[in-house]
Every structure is written in structure tokens, then in C-alpha cells.
């Protein structure tokens, strides 16, 4: 249930962006939840290599809280935020390079 709220807070913070800087929203929303789940998959087969080199492989059930999840959760939002960074230090360079843009806004009415 909190990787769904992530999801969705993820999506919107992309879209913020996105919106910020004239482009696509929809798709800057899809990319957080691509990141988002990208990481969470590549962190669960990470942790399954893991026990799997260790043997310590349980039976445990990582649909609820447990530190594993906390721990994937974590990483996820850290590496969202990150791409979300990289993302907005690109726009703005865009932004300063096209002086275009601030030639199309002369003479509109806010």
C-alpha cells in the first residue's frame, strides 16, 4: 500500500516538472513509475542473489512491513529524486540555450 502512495507521489512530482518546463506531463509521470518500479525489481533480485549466495533463503512473507521493503522503499525514492535532479539541471541548460522561448512569450497576456 505505501509503494502505491509512492507511485502516485512519484508521478506527480515528475509531472510538476514537467509542467514547469513546457513538456509532456503523462510522460515524465510514466518515467517516475518506471524508475520507481525499475528499482524496486532490480533491488528484490538483488536481495534474492544475495540469500541465494548465503543460503539463507526463508519462507518469509515481504508483502508488509519488513526492513527489506523499508530498505527498497528507500532506495527508491532516493534514486527518483535523483533522476528528478537530473532532470531539472537538464531542462534549465535546455532553457538557457533556447533563447526562443522567451521570444515567443513577448506581447501574450498573462
Known sequence: MIGIFILIGAYRYYAGL???????KWHYGLLAIGVYIGVQIIFLFAHGFYQGLTNTYNESDYTGFSLVNMIGWGLAVITV???HKLLENKFRKERVMKPSAEIDEIGKQN
Open 18 to 24: 514537467a509542467e514547469r518546463f513546457g513538456k509532456t
Open 81 to 83: 529524486y535523483g533522476v
